[in-house]
């Protein structure tokens, strides 16, 4: 059964940073594609940042550009978004997500998609 567990949120102050951290069990985590979403109340979930299973192609959303970065450690199954100069608008529950797509026995594709549990990044003075 594969599982994703997010760790590394906290409060911050403004200009300060935070790594968080997604490890998969459960599966080949070098195959997934992870992306790290954020939700705040009453705002629907954005698309952060994202990572190819071999590291060399990443995204992030406009406003996170040039302060966050994305890696990924596939001996270790670990994958990790370093945010950096974060402002109060960071605030959000952070979610990474692992998502795979595989062909059945049919022919047709499958897609696997896995979530973690969430972690909190609060930024306040």
């Known amino acids: 059964q594969v599982q994703l567990v997010e760790s590394g949120g906290g409060s911050v102050q403004p200009g300060g940073s935070l790594r968080l951290s997604c490890v998969l069990s459960g599966d080949t985590f070098s195959i997934y594609l992870i992306t790290w979403y954020r939700r705040t109340p009453g705002k629907e979930l954005d698309k952060v940042a994202g990572i190819s299973g071999s590291g060399d192609i990443t995204n992030f959303l406009a406003s996170v550009k040039g302060r966050f970065t994305v890696s990924r450690d596939n001996a270790k199954n670990t994958a990790y978004l370093h945010m950096n100069s974060l402002k109060p608008e960071d605030t959000a529950v952070y979610y990474c997500?692992?998502?795979?797509?595989?062909?059945?026995?049919?022919?047709?594709?499958?897609?696997?998609?896995?979530w973690g549990q969430g972690t909190q990044v609060t930024v306040s003075s």
């Open positions: 997500n692992a998502q795979k797509i595989e062909k059945t026995e049919w022919g047709t594709l499958k897609p696997y998609d896995y």
